[in-house]
């Protein structure tokens, strides 16, 4: 199990990233991932750069400075996420934070796995 536990996440709808402070006080930028992309038996996200619920290659600045932050950190924040019928995305909280392995990004896409167990929140983070 991870021993450093987070106090707060905050994110904004439409970033790709959101600010995790951690209990000993760091700060870290981490990039987000949608749950929706996750086979969770396998623990493997896949996602199409040219899926139809948002074509990534729409945001170039967006998607090049989330795989850049991907790259650094080896973490990620996996969201729950409500799709509307436009496409739109409405973010609804966060599930947890994962370290990554096995990292893949090309035309095609982005694939990863989820390394090791869930990042826990702390108890400040239940008391808010």
Excluded: C
């Amino acid at each position: 199990m991870n021993q450093d536990t987070y106090k707060d996440i905050v994110g904004q709808q439409g970033r790709w990233t959101v600010s995790v402070t951690w209990s000993d006080g760091r700060v870290e930028e981490l990039p987000t991932i949608h749950a929706d992309f996750i086979d969770w038996k396998a623990r493997e996200y896949r996602r199409r750069v040219d899926d139809p619920r948002g074509d990534q290659r729409l945001y170039v600045a967006k998607n090049r400075a989330w795989e850049e932050a991907i790259r650094r950190t080896k973490r990620v924040v996996v969201t729950r996420d409500r799709w509307e019928a436009d496409g739109s995305v409405v973010r609804e909280g966060y599930v947890g934070i994962w370290d990554i392995d096995s990292l893949m990004i090309d035309e095609e896409g982005n694939r990863f796995r989820l390394a090791g167990e869930r990042y826990l929140p702390s108890q400040s983070y239940y008391r808010r």
